[in-house]
């Protein structure tokens, strides 16, 4: 709840404090989080073994945190979905299948960024 009295940098703060709670609580309780955070550990040290340049790191921390943002987005959704209407509904299902799209099209984008890295230097090897 908002203070009134609260100025602009305690509002701020209390924002951040939020931000951090909710990833907390993604962290510790979603799966699909807990598998992207692995994979993305996985690819990061990839990046790391095969020294890739700073231009490929930013692409692939930016696919890391679209897949990290469409999964979070994702989870809140159907949390809300479930909340409004728990039984199974054909609306609400529709609703969570366009949400969980996003995380896909998200994944999606990350492996052709992956592959775009990757698959010339995995061939180099070879």
Request: aromatic content about 12%; glycine content about 6%; charged content about 15%.
């Given at each position: 709840?908002?203070?009134?009295?609260?100025?602009?940098?305690?509002?701020r703060?209390r924002?951040?404090?939020?931000?951090?709670?909710?990833?907390?609580?993604?962290?510790?309780?979603?799966?699909?989080?807990?598998?992207?955070?692995?994979?993305?550990?996985?690819?990061?040290?990839?990046?790391i073994y095969?020294?890739?340049n700073?231009?490929?790191w930013?692409?692939q921390t930016?696919?890391?945190g679209?897949?990290l943002?469409?999964e979070?987005?994702?989870?809140g959704?159907?949390k809300?979905?479930?909340?409004?209407?728990?039984e199974?509904?054909e609306?609400?299902?529709?609703?969570?299948?366009?949400?969980?799209?996003s995380?896909g099209?998200?994944?999606?984008?990350?492996?052709?960024?992956?592959?775009?890295?990757y698959i010339?230097?995995?061939?180099?090897?070879?």
């Amino acid at each position: 709840m908002k203070n009134p009295k609260d100025n602009f940098i305690i509002e701020r703060i209390r924002s951040i404090k939020f931000s951090f709670r909710g990833i907390w609580f993604l962290i510790t309780t979603e799966s699909s989080i807990k598998a992207q955070l692995f994979i993305a550990i996985l690819v990061s040290l990839a990046g790391i073994y095969f020294q890739i340049n700073s231009t490929e790191w930013i692409l692939q921390t930016l696919a890391i945190g679209l897949v990290l943002v469409a999964e979070s987005l994702n989870t809140g959704i159907e949390k809300l979905a479930d909340f409004i209407h728990p039984e199974y509904h054909e609306k609400i299902g529709f609703i969570k299948d366009v949400s969980a799209g996003s995380s896909g099209i998200a994944a999606i984008i990350s492996l052709i960024i992956a592959g775009i890295i990757y698959i010339p230097k995995i061939t180099l090897l070879f």
